[in-house]
């Protein structure tokens, strides 16, 4: 058995002069959230792949190999 992670980084920009407008910032400029017109701060999407081999013998099913990748946004 095999097991992938993959990692993306999506950065975005912001500017303030004080912890409240840096918040306001990313208030603005965050990404879309699933389904919502507001934006967040941030962000984590996944996807979980499975790649199964599998074999029949003698009417019997039987798991060879099974490899694994989660994509992490």
């Known amino acids: ?5 993959l990692v993306k980084t999506r950065t975005y920009d ?6 409240a407008a840096l918040i306001e910032a990313m208030d603005r400029n965050g ?10 701060i941030a ?4 996807t979980v792949n499975w790649d199964l081999e599998i ?3 003698g ?8 490899n694994g990748t989660l994509d992490l946004t």
């Open 31 to 40: 990404p879309k959230r699933h389904g919502f017109m507001t934006h967040a």
């Open 1 to 5: 058995a095999d097991t992938k992670v």
């Open 14 to 19: 912001i500017s303030g002069a004080t912890g």
């Open 55 to 57: 074999t029949r013998e």
């Open 43 to 46: 962000l984590t999407a996944y």
């Open 59 to 66: 009417g019997v099913c039987r798991l060879r190999q099974a």
